[in-house]
């Protein structure tokens, strides 16, 4: 293993930025800005990799910010990465940039289904899937995951009969938020088995298949499940793995020539364009230092988990085994506190700014999503607080 390049132990002051994680936590959680820590938006308290200050340092020193053209670096960036890191051949045609991937499920949704369609979650999943789809007029289909051994498992068959003829998407989070499942090629293919059954579309949003503790490994949709590329849409970015989340840019991938030239055709009547400091941010890190970057990034994060790990001594408290994500799932469910008790203890007795469980969907109720992207000494505290608060 290579020498560690990054001091992810520094601590980087981020309020006073119109940082969302720090700068809106007294707001939207009361939790103080003096003495709080901000654990809840999926962004980290980290530097990205130099490649991208130097990309954009680049930028500033030609102090030209006009219309970007020729995407076909920023396109081989992507089809090299996907080859190198994830065994998955692309064509630079097959990509779309977005504004990020919530715009990119929203435009999904936009065009490949209509006003009343249910869509699927399999729940508890990132709650912003469900806020786009309310806000379309479409109809949120529910699909529990199930607990078992202490991890979330796909309870396939038994979502068959939730499943109505208006229901024509399912959105699928993979790896897991929040749940931090990387789901085997077993899952995966049942996943597309059942949209196949139901004649579903199938968006696979994988904006977290770089972050994936040592010993696991990610696979893409289309390599567990090829048969599904005539109605998989797939979902990347460099934001999460890299710590870019506000230049807001994602790659929807589209294999299948009809729904490309849908997807296509709708973006164009949206006149969405791509933002160029996320297309150069993009080439920067897609690159062998951005892989040396993230490699030791998920060895820290690793190194995170297992000391906040720890509050599982505390009776009634237990984090999911965190096989993919930098964000710890905690049920406090044995504790037998109510939602509410639950969150009086994280965010004023703890001081600690975290997602309650319930914003996720059916099933989180009773959970805390913490996110460990940040400094050791961070976690240590919160480690401390929590302790304090739960004993
Ligand atoms: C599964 C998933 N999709 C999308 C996003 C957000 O994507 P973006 O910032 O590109 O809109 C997140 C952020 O946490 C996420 O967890």
């Known amino acids: ?51 991208a200050r130097d990309a954009i340092e680049r930028m500033l020193g030609h102090g030209i910010f006009g219309y970007y053209g020729d995407e076909r670096a920023y396109r081989a960036s992507i089809q090299w990465w996907m080859t190198r890191r994830h065994n998955w051949q692309i064509e630079p045609e097959w990509v779309f940039s977005t504004h990020g991937l919530v715009n990119g499920t929203a435009l999904c949704i936009d065009t490949f289904s209509s006003p009343g369609d249910g869509i699927v979650l399999f729940t508890p999943v990132y709650h912003a899937f469900a806020r786009v789809i309310a806000a379309a007029d479409r109809r949120v289909v529910e699909c529990p995951l ?3 051994g202490g991890i979330y498992e796909l309870a396939i068959e038994s979502y068959d009969p939730l499943i109505d003829a208006n229901t024509t998407m399912a959105i699928l989070c993979s790896p897991h938020n929040p749940g931090g499942r990387v789901w085997t090629p077993d899952e995966l293919r049942s996943v597309a088995r059942f949209c196949r059954r139901h004649d579903l579309i199938l968006v696979s949003d994988e904006i977290h298949h770089d972050l994936v503790m040592p010993g696991y490994s990610h696979v893409p949709m289309p390599l567990a499940a090829p048969e599904t590329v005539d109605r998989l849409v797939m979902m990347t970015a460099v934001t999460k793995s890299f710590n870019l989340a ?83 799932w905690v049920s406090f469910k044995a504790t037998g506190l109510t939602d509410a008790q639950i969150s009086r203890r994280v965010l004023r007795e703890a001081r600690i700014a975290a997602n309650l469980g319930y914003t996720f969907g059916s099933g989180g109720e009773g959970y805390v999503r913490f996110n460990l992207a940040t400094p050791r000494s961070r976690v240590v505290e919160a480690v401390e607080r929590l302790k304090r608060a739960f004993s």
């Open 1 to 51: 293993m290579s020498e560690p390049i990054v001091d992810f132990d520094e601590v980087i002051e981020r309020r006073g930025t119109h940082c969302a994680k720090w700068d809106l936590m007294e707001q939207i959680y009361q939790v103080p800005l003096d003495n709080g820590i901000a654990m809840w938006v999926a962004d980290m308290d980290f530097r990205p990799p130099d490649v």
């Open 146 to 148: 199930t607990e078992n």
């Open 246 to 328: 506000g230049a807001h840019t994602g790659n929807v991938i589209i294999e299948d020539d009809s729904l490309r030239r849908r997807f296509g055709k709708r973006i164009e009547a949206l006149g969405v364009s791509p933002n160029s400091f996320g297309l150069y941010l993009a080439e920067a890190v897609y690159s062998p230092e951005g892989a040396v970057w993230v490699d030791q990034l998920m060895q820290y994060v690793d190194g995170n988990r297992r000391i906040f790990d720890t509050i599982s001594e505390l009776p009634g408290l237990r984090s999911m085994p965190l096989e993919a994500t930098y964000l710890a």
